[in-house]
Nanobody, 122 residues
Framework: QVQLVESGGGLVQAGGSLRLTCAAS????????MAWFRQAPGKEREFVAA????????HYTDSVKGRFTISRDNAKNTAYLQMNSLKPEDTAVYYC???????????????WGQGTQVTVSS
């Protein structure tokens, strides 16, 4: 059974950095894509970044390009989201997701973590 566990969220000042970690277990060869989404209060869940588990294909939402980097360590079944130059509008609960294809659509992903809170103060 697939399980995803996020960690690394917290409170930072604008301009600061955080690294989120998603530890995956129970994955199969068809679970090729890992992604990060975020959801702020009163807003819909938003795509942030995605990566192919064994390849080099990555996607980012425009608002985080140049600031966030998604990466993975296949030996550890772990994905990361390095977040630099954080802005108050980055404040949200961040979720890790696992699916079969690299997409930007939340419902395309099959498994989700519990989320980790990121708060950026101005």
């Amino acid at each position: 059974q697939v399980q995803l566990v996020e960690s690394g969220g917290g409170l930072v000042q604008a301009g600061g950095s955080l690294r989120l970690t998603c530890a995956a277990s129970g994955i199969t060869s068809t679970n090729r894509a890992m992604a990060w989404f975020r959801q702020a209060p009163g807003k819909e869940r938003e795509f942030v970044a995605a990566i192919h588990w064994r390849g080099v294909i990555t996607h980012y939402t425009d608002s985080v390009k140049g600031r966030f980097t998604i990466s993975r360590d296949n030996a550890k079944n772990t994905a990361y989201l390095q977040m630099n130059s954080l802005k108050p509008e980055d404040t949200a609960v961040y979720y890790c997701a696992l699916g079969n294809l690299v997409t930007m659509t939340a419902h395309d992903y099959d498994y989700w973590g519990q989320g980790t809170q990121v708060t950026v103060s101005s």
